[in-house]
C-alpha cells in the first residue's frame, strides 16, 4: 500500500513600523533613533549563530525556533557564553512555519543583537532584520559596533541576560531559521525555498471570507470607523486583483489572531494587540499567512497553490493581521487604514517593497508595502508598485484554472480488465473562470506513487492497470493515504492550476471480470455468479430503473431499489440536496429551455452521503429555470 502524504506548513508574516519622516512624527510616537534602539534593547552582544533548531511551541502550539547564539562580546548587561533567542517559523512534524516578521539566521553568521524579552520568558531579536545586523570588516558595520559600544556604555546594565528556551521541548537540525522575507525578484514573502503563497477562493470566483477581533480599539476609533478602514484596506486590494471579500463577522479570537490555527482559508482582522503578539512598541502592526505545500513532493518546487505567469505557489491555508491599538498614530482613521492596508497586503503574499529608512527609489518609498507607515492622510491608498506586484499572486483578469482532488476504485481480476466503460478509469476535468474546460489542457507530469496500478491516459482520461490480481481492501477517503497516487494539473497556455490527487481507495476483486465486484454483487445479489435470469450480469438493469448494474457501482447506487438513483431530494431558494457517493465529483447544471444547459456555480466534491449547493436557485417571477445534477465532470 502506498505511503501517507504528510501536510507541510509555513506562515509568512511582515510588520510595519511607524515613519521616522517629520510628517510622521505629528501623529506618532517619537521617532527611535540608534540610541533610542541600545536603550530599549534589555541587553545587546556580538554573537555567532551555532545551532538551529525548530519546535512545537507548549502554550502557542505553532511551530517556533530556538536559535542558540555564542556570545563573542557583551556589549549591555552580562552575558553567559551562550544564550538562546526564540522565534516564530521553522519546521517540525512536517509542518513549517515563517515569519517576514523575524531575523533570517544562519548557522556562523556573527550578528550583533539588540535582544528584548517576551512575555513567556524567551528573548528574540528586537525589530527583526533592521537591529540585528550581520558584522563585517566593512567600514560600515564597523562604525556601527563603535557607535553602539559608546552608546550601550552610557546605559549599562548589570543584568544578567538569559531567556527561556523551551529546552524540554525536541527539536530538529534545521539549515536556517525558517524565517520568511521578501523574494528579491518578486516582491512576494517567500519560504526557506523561495516559495511564495496565494489564497486560491478566488480563482474559483468565491470570496475570502474575513472575520473581525473588535475587542479593543485604538482611542477615539469607534467601531463603525474601524470596519470602514478595514473596508477600505480590503477594497484597495480588489480594485488591482479582482479578489473579493466575504465579512463573516465580529468574533472574539481569544488569542492572537497568527495563534489561530483553523486552515480554512479566511483572513482573520485582530484590531488590537490584547494578547501581546507584537513585541516592540514601534510596530503598528504585523500581517501574514500559513500555507501548506500540499505534498512533501512539492516541498521545493511549488505547485501546491497553482502557478501564475511561470510563478509556482504553496496553497495559502489562512490569513491574519494584528494591530497595535495602543500606538497614537492609529488613532488617525486614515493612518489606520493605511496600516490596514499593508498588513492585509502581508496576507495576500506582499513583502515589504523596502525597509531603508533612506530609501531613493520613489516608487518604493510611496507604496503601501513600504515598512514605514507614510502617515501622511493617504489612507488605503495603493502606490504604483503594489498593483504590479500583488499581481504576480493574484491577477486581475485572467485567473488561474481550478480543479478538484478525485478519487477512483480498482477492479483487479484474472487478466487486467480492459474495454469495460467506466472500470479503471476516470474522466477528469479542469475548470476556469475565462476558458471553457475544453480549451485547457491536462498535465500529466505530476508525480505517481503507489504499486497497485500503473497509470496512463487517453486524452484526458486517466487509466489503471493492476499490477496484480488483489482481493479487496481500501483505506479512509478522508485521509492523505492511498494505494495509488497521480497528482495532476490543468493549463490555460498562460497559468497552471494546483497540483490535485486522483487517489486509489479501495481495491476490489472480480473474479469474472466484468467490472462487477465479487463482494458487491453478494452484497446486493446475493451472489457473484451473474446470472442472465436473475438479472444481474453488469449490462442488466435488476430494479428496473433505466441504469445498468454497472453503471449504478460507478454511481454507488442500490441495484435493486428504484428509488436508489441520482435524483434531487430537495430544492430551496437557496439550497439544492441530491445523495450522494461520499468524495465524488457532481457537476450542477440550469437551463431555462430544457434544451441548452450550462454549470451552475462550482463542481461539487461531497464528503458524506448528501450532496449539497448553494446558490440563487429561485429567478425572477418572469423567467423560468430547471436544473440537473451530473455525475462527474
Known sequence: MGGM??????????????????????????????????????????????????????????????????????????FPAEITLVQRGGTFGGESEASGANTALRIGEERLFHLLRRADGSLEPLGGSAVAGRVTNAFASQQKLRRVRQLAAAVQSAALITGEDFSAESGVQQASSGGGGGGTSTGLLIDGSGIPSRFLAPDRGEPIGYLVDAQALPTGVTQAQALTAVSQA???????????????????????????????????????????????????????????????????????????????????????????????????????????????????????????????D??????????????????????????????????????????????????SAPSPITGVAGINELALAGYDLQTPSTSLTLVTTGPVSGSAATVSFTGSTLK??????????????????????????FSDGVHCSPWSRVRVVSIYSDSGGDGLPNSWSTTHFGSATPSAAALTRAGDDKDGDGLTNLTEFLLGTVPVNAVSRLRTTSLTSSTLEWPASPYALYTVESSSDLATWSRFGNPIVPTTSTGSASGNFVPAATTKKFYRVKFGP
Open 362 to 411: 520613489t516608487a518604493l518609498k510611496q507604496a503601501v508595502m513600504y515598512y514605514q507607515a507614510h502617515a501622511d492622510g493617504r489612507g488605503a491608498a495603493l502606490g504604483s508598485y503594489d498593483g504590479p506586484i500583488i499581481q504576480k499572486a493574484h491577477p486581475l483578469a485572467d485567473k488561474p484554472p481550478y480543479s478538484y482532488d478525485r478519487i477512483v476504485p480498482l477492479v
Open 234 to 360: 480590503l477594497a484597495a486590494w480588489s480594485a488591482v486583483t479582482g479578489i473579493t471579500f466575504r465579512y463573516d463577522g465580529l468574533q472574539n479570537f481569544g488569542m492572537s489572531a497568527a495563534d489561530v490555527t483553523t486552515q480554512d482559508e479566511r483572513l482573520r482582522i485582530q484590531l488590537h494587540d490584547l494578547h501581546n503578539e507584537i513585541p516592540a512598541s514601534s510596530v503598528l502592526g504585523i500581517g501574514g499567512y500559513a500555507s501548506t505545500n500540499v505534498s512533501s513532493d512539492f516541498t521545493s518546487t511549488g505547485g501546491g497553490g497553482g502557478q501564475v505567469n511561470g510563478l509556482e505557489f504553496h496553497k495559502t491555508t489562512r490569513g491574519y493581521v494584528v494591530l497595535e491599538h495602543g500606538a497614537t498614530s492609529l488613532q488617525s482613521l486614515t493612518t489606520l487604514a493605511e496600516v490596514l492596508c499593508h498588513e492585509v497586503g502581508h496576507a495576500l503574499s506582499m513583502a515589504h517593497s523596502s525597509e531603508n529608512p533612506s530609501e531613493p
Open 464 to 489: 489503471l492497470t493492476q499490477a496484480g490480481y488483489y482481493g479487496d481492501s481500501s483505506v479512509d477517503p478522508a485521509t492523505s493515504s492511498f494505494f495509488v497516487l497521480k497528482w495532476v494539473r
Open 5 to 78: 502524504r504528510r501536510l507541510c506548513t509555513f506562515l509568512a508574516a511582515g510588520l510595519l513600523v511607524s515613519s521616522l519622516s517629520p510628517l510622521a512624527q505629528a501623529s506618532s510616537r517619537v521617532p527611535r533613533t540608534e540610541a533610542q534602539e541600545v536603550r530599549a534593547a534589555v541587553g545587546i552582544c556580538l554573537g555567532r549563530v551555532e545551532r538551529i533548531e525548530s519546535f512545537r511551541h507548549p502554550q502557542r502550539g505553532g511551530i517556533f525556533t530556538r536559535v542558540t547564539i555564542r556570545v563573542l562580546e557583551g556589549l549591555k548587561g552580562r
